[in-house]
């Protein structure tokens, strides 16, 4: 006889839309931040990688949002924190990547998995009719999906609402129709949508202003009961007990999960942070991680910090380990050029230039096949490199065979575009930060 399922039951919605730049994010900011106006304790996460929406869904909900990635971070952490959710708050909001059915896994096999009802967010600015035959094809190219309706943003009137409204499949209902509206924008830059920290009163404006139309419609009611299953993991090792960690955090640096701080903490690590900014020293630290940023932003300032390259010159030269991610191996590298042309000095703990550029890039999901193990990692940048040392390794690719991002290793250092995800293999990433004597760990 098996033991019963532990389950939780809360509602919950998914937020997806045809393609990216529809206004998945700027409406899930403003379910949350209405659930909150109503008084509604609001859970909020975000389907795949990604540092910058949820930053501002942070802001609308006033409450951590995380990223789930069924590939990345596994069925089973993702339906772990579902769960726990659910035991805490009165409403769950998941927004999509991307298009519906774009990536693998995608959207929709997230909502799939764990039945939540779809939401359909479309941009029917320049079309009527044709949104009812959109959303006909989108609600009817799987099976094992639950729509909830359709959200119609950027209509330009009453009848073009109407027309929209009349054009939509029977099971497909119009819960919202967003009309075109300036305060209601979030500004983008390269990489995504600028964090709110640097919005000032706009972002405010623009989540209030959203909320408002949100209250007026009925895509709060759109919310379904969903029962989410209970999956816990093995609790790791305290593989990092009595090591401290120094974390860069500031306008630079700000691209780090906190589940992989989290993980860092459960392992027994004990976390500082620091600003290579405006400190002039590094904190008393056993390793060091760089994540990623926009280092591009603030090179000027980074390269006038010299007290800040040397400490940590002297921190390399000791053999200590460090966890360059990105833009933080942009920074360790010898120079970063903006797209103007003007360079600047970085770190220079290993020999590489850096070069930001206008267009193109690389973006998706890769493991990095470390020698501590393989770790589950995705890349997202629009800036070049040359290395001037020879990698360790490249990442793997999801699905294509070519060469993935180049990891680079010199001393306790390793240096690559890769963005870990902790929580794939934690014993590796406490190795990765120097811990000691694991086999008799507790």
Known sequence: MTDPVDTR???????AAAASGQGKTTLTAGLARAARKLGQRVAVFKTGPDYLDPAILAAAANTPVEPLDLWMAGPDYCAQRLYEAAGEADLILVEGAMGLYDGMPSSADFAAAFGLPVALVLDCKGMAQTAGALAAGLSQARADL??????????GSQRHTDLIAEALPVDMPLLANLARDSAMALPHRHLGLVSPAEQGEAIEIALETTAER????DLLTAARPVSFEARPAA????????RRIGIARDAAFSFAYASNERLLEAMGA??????????RALPAVDALWLPGGYPELHAEQLAANTAMHEALHVFHAAGR???????GMLYVQQTLTELDGRWHRMVGLIAGAGRMRDRGGCQGMQTAP???GDIRAHAHHRSATDHGAVPIAHGRRQRHSAPG???VRDRGLTATYLHLFFGSNPAAIAQLFGAEAMASAS
């Open 405 to 407: 991002e180049a990891i």
């Open 321 to 327: 380990p460090i966890l360059a991610e990105c833009g």
């Open 9 to 15: 039951t809360c509602p919950a919605l998914l937020i």
């Open 214 to 217: 949100v209250l007026k419609s």
């Open 146 to 155: 639950s729509f909830a309706g359709l959200v119609a943003n950027g209509v």
């Open 270 to 279: 004990t976390l500082e942070y620091f600003s290579p900014l405006t400190d």
């Open 370 to 372: 470390l020698p501590e």
């Open 235 to 242: 609790v790791p090792g305290r593989w990092l007990a009595r």
